[in-house]
């Protein structure tokens, strides 16, 4: 963990960074950060668009005339701001390895031709890794470098950040977690280390310190401009990060969604005033969060458990005692309410997963099935109980976590049944 708060760094670590080395973790140890990288390339968008070399409304097709996904209307249309904001409605989820030749990226575009709508473009959002290495070829089109290159001499180098790595042969230089996976008290060592470096711009492979992170975020509290005095994005830039894109379903652990950034109402006064992002790999999982008006930064780097009841905890300790705020309580089960079971029952899925809802004893219950290419990642199937809020959101705890989720059952199919079911930032389709 890192935090920086009245001017000032701190930094702990605890446990080990192999269960089966048992070498300790320290604040040196490099973690994977997941999609805090989306962050980072947003950033790098936001440089070629000062430099007039990217274009937020433009088609995407303007720089990637090849760009193609199956719906050949949204192809044509979609634009870098709806790749970068999730609301392209492209199917996000897609980790399909396109090798480790430098072209890696622009192969792993070429192979996004089949992908399918979630929705469309606009229509709301659904989180989409596949938008933001759609982005970062982008980059690399408008730089004439490779993405990695674009994000350690654009970015890490001028925050002096030298350990962050895009690479597995760049974090060997240092000492590195890896991931673990399974239920707390039960947990092994993945059997796969990284995601494909061909994901590399949603997030698949890069690596740093938590102390590295706290300083892009203390870039991004002060308009752009590095700890070491250098600027890195312009302050209109930062705030078009900052600037809403989207409003999410009211109850879900993300208020609104900029560029790249997650956006939170903390006090309830209509102004986001907390940004971020969390991210996860293979049994590894990150969370980002900073307050600019009162300059507080938090990371948390975790390779396996519970990580999210101790991030939850933890910010909050924090931000209250730093900032004077805190995440607002969450929401509570209506024990009360009376649901119409066939609004939600049924099957819902997109690229990664099914989920069946079935009512059971007045309550839903929800079976969480991971395809096969994500079965590793996702730790298996799921039997998750859900508690209703209200009509639309509901509360389940997964097996492992003490900590609940938020489901969105949203939209209607043309009846009185849900057509979406919203779980995990992710909008499953009723199929």
Same mark, same amino acid.
């Given at each position: ?10 930094e702990a +670590?605890?446990g ?5 080395t ?9 973690f ?28 995407v097709r303007k ?8 719906d050949?209307?949204?192809?044509a249309?979609v634009?870098l701001?709806?790749l ?10 897609y980790?399909?390895? +396109? ?9 792993f ?13 606009g229509?709301m959002?659904s989180y ?5 290495v ?23 180098k ?5 350990a @962050?790595?895009?690479?597995p ?9 890896i991931?673990?996976? !399974?239920?707390? !008290? +039960? ?5 796969i280390?990284y ?13 740093a310190?938590?102390?590295?992170i706290v ?7 002060n308009?752009g401009?590095a ?28 208020d609104?969604i900029g560029?790249?950034s997650?956006m ?10 907390v940004?971020g ?5 293979i ?7 900073y ?6 930064? @938090? ?8 990580g ?18 805190a995440?607002?309580?969450?929401a509570k089960?209506?024990p ?51 508690? +209703? ?40 389709k009723?199929?």
């Amino acid at each position: 963990m890192a935090v920086w708060a009245d001017g000032e760094g701190f930094e702990a +670590a605890a446990g080990v960074c192999n269960l089966e080395t048992r070498v300790p973790v320290t604040s040196d140890t490099l973690f994977q950060i997941g999609s805090i990288t989306k962050l980072y390339t947003a950033a790098l968008v936001m440089q070629l668009v000062e430099e007039g070399k990217l274009d937020l409304e433009a088609p995407v097709r303007k720089v990637l005339p090849e760009f193609r996904v199956k719906d050949e209307a949204v192809a044509a249309r979609v634009t870098l701001r709806q790749l970068l904001s999730h609301t392209s409605g492209i199917t996000g989820d897609y980790f399909k390895d +396109a090798g480790r030749g430098e072209d890696r990226v622009a192969r792993f575009v070429s192979m996004m031709a089949g992908l399918e709508q979630v929705h469309q473009p606009g229509e709301m959002f659904s989180y989409c890794n596949t938008g933001f290495v759609a982005a970062g070829r982008m980059i690399e089109v408008a730089n004439g470098t490779t993405w990695d290159k674009a994000i350690r001499t654009r970015i890490a180098k001028i925050l002096d950040t030298p350990a @962050f790595s895009t690479l597995p042969e760049q974090a060997m230089r240092y000492q590195t977690a890896i991931g673990h996976l !399974g239920a707390p !008290g +039960a947990l092994m060592v993945t059997p796969i280390a990284y995601l494909a470096a061909s994901n590399g711009p949603a997030g698949a492979t890069p690596m740093a310190k938590a102390r590295d992170i706290v300083t892009f975020a203390r870039m991004m509290m002060n308009e752009g401009v590095a700890p070491n005095g250098k600027q890195v994005l312009t302050a209109e830039s930062v705030h078009a990060m900052h600037l809403r894109n989207i409003i999410c379903p009211k109850g879900m652990n993300i208020d609104a969604i900029g560029l790249a950034s997650f956006m939170w109402d903390w006090n309830g006064n209509g102004h986001y005033e907390v940004f971020g992002h969390d991210g996860s790999t293979i049994g590894q999982a990150a969370w980002l969060r900073y307050h600019p008006e009162s300059e507080t930064a @938090f990371c948390l780097l975790t390779n396996g458990g519970n990580g999210k009841a101790m991030a939850d905890a933890l910010i909050r300790e924090v931000f209250a005692a730093e900032a004077g705020i805190a995440p607002p309580e969450p929401a509570k089960p209506d024990p009360a309410l009376v649901l119409d079971a066939a609004r939600y029952a049924g099957r819902y899925a997109n690229s990664m997963e099914e989920i069946e809802v079935t009512p059971e004893g007045g309550k839903l219950v929800a079976m969480v099935t991971p395809s096969p290419d994500y079965a590793v990642m996702s730790g298996g199937p799921k039997r998750v109980v859900l508690e +209703a809020v209200n009509t639309e959101l509901f509360l389940g705890v997964a097996p492992g976590m003490t900590l609940p989720q938020s489901w969105h059952f949203l939209g209607r199919d043309g009846g009185d049944r849900a057509l979406y079911l919203h779980l995990g930032v992710r909008a499953h389709k009723r199929v």
